[in-house]
């Protein structure tokens, strides 16, 4: 069954690194999207992402988030400068073109693991 | 806003009892509705959607849901439960295409 990956599973940085979060969405899948949960709390949408640019953000994702489609394959995330409120774990996740395939289908995301990261 | 509140945030159940998870949402339109299961260290696992039609849907692992308009509510449930049910589920409604709101999730203990 095809799914995505995200790379790394886990990193561990000091604050006011830079972070970069890589995803590989399924490949015929056009709509991109980054959600993260801060330990305890609820899955919270980031951003969406579609045609290279972004097309939805959240509060959340101000000047020191940003995304990337570098080479029609991976998807990434990218965070400046790294605050201790960022440490979460990051979930990409990706869907099918509206109007392709069954339309019940068009609103279906599929996750990947996730990536934990820990700001110390 | 769109909104999903889950009020249990844990429920314990016995291995081979029921179970029922609740969930209410707020949201002006038809609401698309998921159940997504998050075992320990894994990602989000989609166990079934509503989108239109017969209100009692059926998921992955023996798990259903139904959505009541009336109550603004989309419940699921199991029959029976297993020790490998133990998980994070959380229901979530699309907001158009564009994102999902999730709930604040309810722990699920099995004990034996």
Request: charged content about 20%; proline content about 0%.
């Given at each position: 069954e095809p799914e995505v990956t995200q790379t790394p599973s886990h990193q561990v940085t000091q604050m006011g690194q830079e972070v970069i979060l890589r995803c590989v969405p399924?490949?015929?899948?056009l709509y991109f999207y980054w959600y993260r949960q801060i330990l305890g709390q609820k899955v919270e949408f980031l951003v969406s992402f579609y045609n290279n640019e972004i097309s939805e953000k959240s509060e959340?994702?101000?000047?020191q988030f940003s995304v990337e489609r570098p080479d029609g394959s991976n998807f990434t995330l990218k965070i400046r400068s790294t605050k201790l409120e960022d440490s979460a774990m990051y979930f990409c996740a990706s869907r099918v073109r509206?109007?392709?395939?069954l339309v019940t289908g068009a609103n279906v995301l599929t996750f990947g693991a996730g990536s934990r990261l820990t700001v110390l | 806003a769109q909104s999903v509140t889950q009020p249990d945030i844990h429920i314990t159940v016995s291995e081979g009892a029921s179970l029922e998870l609740r969930c209410n949402y707020s949201y002006g339109a038809t609401p698309y509705l998921f159940w997504y299961v998050q075992s320990p260290g894994q990602g989000l696992q989609l166990l079934l959607k509503y989108?239109?039609?017969?209100?009692l849907v059926q998921g992955i692992k023996g798990f259903e849901a139904e959505f009541k308009r009336s109550q603004s509510s989309f419940n699921l449930r199991k029959p029976s439960v297993h020790w490998s049910d133990a998980a994070e589920y959380f229901c979530a409604v699309a907001t158009g295409f564009q994102k999902l709101v999730f709930g604040t999730g309810t722990r699920l203990l099995v004990s034996p």
């Open positions: 399924i490949s015929n899948h959340i994702f101000d000047d509206q109007g392709q395939g | 989108f239109s039609g017969d209100t």
